[in-house]
């Protein structure tokens, strides 16, 4: 069965200080992954795909299929990086499907 | 602009009150999803469309219908409302084929009393 696990629901840092909020996966075939972002009072929006291997936001995620990971990181938060934070999986059983994590919470404190 | 609507944003009603969601799309798009997301589960998928007149469950699909009779619009539709179905609500959209990334209504947050 596909699942996408984020173990942490709340992660508190300092401006400034580096980011990882963390995404495991469970999926038996080639995974697409995704990260989401809900900015207070906004929706939800796309953040970074790992097809993309781009850096939005200053925010970069990798694909690590020997750990069935794809955290998601950033060297210095800012401020108005605080949001939830969603890691979704795109699975195939006869049409695509987005599994998602239960989401993390980031607060970065000035 | 392309964007998912829904209507209302926010609703409070009584156990039993059927009532309506509304959701609409402008860019064209086959798919479309409902998602209820609570506190500490996330978004869980209630129901989506593959396009007009095709509709299946997801994985909570209890007290809710859906139907999809015209590309743009996709309702959801509480028969008889419950307490335990008081949560935040967003449709989403995506077009079908390549990368999966959907878009996302503002949502609807609903309390049944």
């Known amino acids: 069965a596909q699942r996408v696990t984020q173990p942490e629901k709340l992660l508190s840092v300092f401006k400034g200080a580096p980011v990882e909020l963390k995404c495991n996966y469970s999926y038996s075939g080639s995974p697409e992954l995704f990260w989401y972002v809900q900015y207070s009072r906004q929706r939800l929006q796309l953040l970074l795909r790992?097809?993309s291997r781009e850096s939005i936001k200053g925010f970069t995620a990798d694909l690590n299929k020997g750990e069935t990971s794809f955290h998601l990181k950033k060297p210095f938060a800012q401020e108005e990086d605080s949001a939830m934070y969603y890691c979704a999986l795109s699975s195939w059983t006869g049409f695509q499907k987005l599994v998602f994590g239960t989401g993390t919470r980031l607060l970065v404190s000035p | 602009e392309a964007q998912v609507t829904q209507n209302p944003r926010y609703l409070i009603t009584v156990t039993g009150k059927k009532l309506t969601v509304t959701c609409s799309q402008n860019m064209n798009h086959e798919y479309m999803s409902w998602y209820r997301q609570d506190p500490g589960l996330g978004l869980r998928q209630i129901y989506y469309s593959m396009n007009v007149e095709v509709t299946d469950k997801g994985d909570v699909p209890e007290g809710y219908k859906v139907s999809r009779k015209e590309k743009r619009n996709f309702p959801l539709i509480l028969e008889s409302p419950s307490p335990n179905q008081t949560s935040l609500y967003f449709c989403?959209?995506?077009?079908?084929?390549?990368?999966?990334?959907?878009?996302f209504g503002p949502g609807t947050r609903l309390t049944v009393t």
């Open positions: 989403a959209s995506n077009p079908t084929g390549g990368t999966y990334e959907q878009y």
């Open positions: 790992h097809i």
